[in-house]
Each structure stands twice: as C-alpha cells, then as structure tokens.
C-alpha cells in the first residue's frame, strides 16, 4: 500500500513539472526597426510568426520623450520595437523581413512619407545583433545590386508612441488601407524586390 502511494505521488509530481522538448527554449528577445511610416512596420512585423508584441515609437534623435508633433524637427525617427520568441524565429530571419518590406536604397524617406524620420534604420540590441545586422546588409546588396543606404548603430532609448498610434491598422482600418494605398509603399517595395517582396511576412 506504501509503495502504490508513493507511486501516485512521483506520478503527480511528474505532471507538474513543464514539459521538456528538444527544440530551442523560448526567450523573448527585442529587434528594432525604422522602415518609414511605423503604422506600416507594426501591420508586417504582427504578420510574422513568432512575433509577440510591436510597438510604435520614436528613436536616435535629440530629445527626450518625444512626440508625434516634435519628433521630426527632434530628428526622431519613426521605429517599431519588436518582442519575439527567439525559439519561433531568430534574428537573423527578422533582418531579412524587414530588408524585404522596406526600400533600402532610398536615403530621403520612404515611399510617400519624406525626410530623416521616414529613412531606414537598424537599431541594434548587442554586439551580436550589430554584426548580424552588417553581414545581412552586405547580402541586401548583393541580392539588389545596389548601395544599402539603411544605418545600422547601437539602439538607444525607444520612446513609445501615443497609444492613439499603437495598431493602428487594427484600430483605423479603412484609414489604414487608404494611407498605404496612396502611399504606394506596396508598388514600390515590389518594384524593388521583385518576387521576395514581403518576405516572410503572413497575411492577417
């Protein structure tokens, strides 16, 4: 009898414990992007698998705390920080989504939205992510033929957007969809990459 409940017990004990797989254990980890108007970046990044959470903010310019009325003259940029489940997606694989729904080659903006807060950018966590973040711009070019004019430097302080910005596209989605439309991100980007355009992004 003793030892049928000690049985029961190591039974119950083994349940409780979590699960082990042979995969890679789940960490969330942080990617940050300038690809223009953030509205955009957030709507392709929430279409990758693996991704956890996007938000919409400024970065890399001269003030604190900035806002959507003063970013631009702060030189601020318009970036989305991405949380990811490194076990579901790495970052080499968010580098090459992002390169494949930007246009890299242009230094004055992107698509219809004009100036240093709408040009590209990579805004690296650690060493290792600046490197990779080099190596997968060197392929960039070489898959375009073409200069990658996009910055790639050690992330400073990311300041969250107002909340009226974040999803965007889920809160406004006919607003959305006319702004994206008339801002020919979409042609642009195909003209650019050709059948690789979107890559790795789902649709949602």
């Known amino acids: 009898m003793l030892r049928r409940t000690f049985a029961i017990l190591a039974l119950a004990f083994a349940a409780a414990l979590p699960l082990q797989t042979s995969g890679a254990l789940a960490q969330t980890k942080t990617a940050i992007f300038a690809g223009g108007c953030f509205w955009c970046v957030e709507s392709d990044f929430d279409g990758v698998p693996g991704v956890l959470s996007t938000t919409s903010g400024y970065i890399g310019g001269t003030t604190e705390n900035p806002t959507y009325r003063n970013h631009t003259a702060a030189k601020h940029r318009e970036a989305v920080r991405i949380e990811y489940d490194s076990s579901k997606v790495n970052y080499t694989a968010l580098l090459d989504v992002f390169w494949h729904s ?3 080659t242009d230094d004055g903006g992107q698509f219809c939205d004009r100036g240093h807060s709408y040009t590209t950018a990579i805004y690296a966590a650690d060493a290792q992510d600046l ?4 190596k997968s711009k060197q392929a960039a070019g070489a898959e375009l033929g073409r200069p990658i ?5 050690a992330a400073p302080a990311f300041w969250p957007a107002e909340e009226y910005h974040q999803d965007f596209y889920r809160k406004n989605p006919l607003r959305y969809k006319f702004y994206r439309a008339n801002c020919g991100r979409d042609g ?3 003209e650019v990459w050709g059948a690789s355009a979107h890559k790795g992004i789902a649709a949602h």
């Open 102 to 104: 930007v246009d890299p």
């Open 188 to 190: 642009r980007i195909s």
């Open 149 to 153: 004019v996009t910055e790639i430097v």
């Open 131 to 134: 490197a990779a973040a080099e």
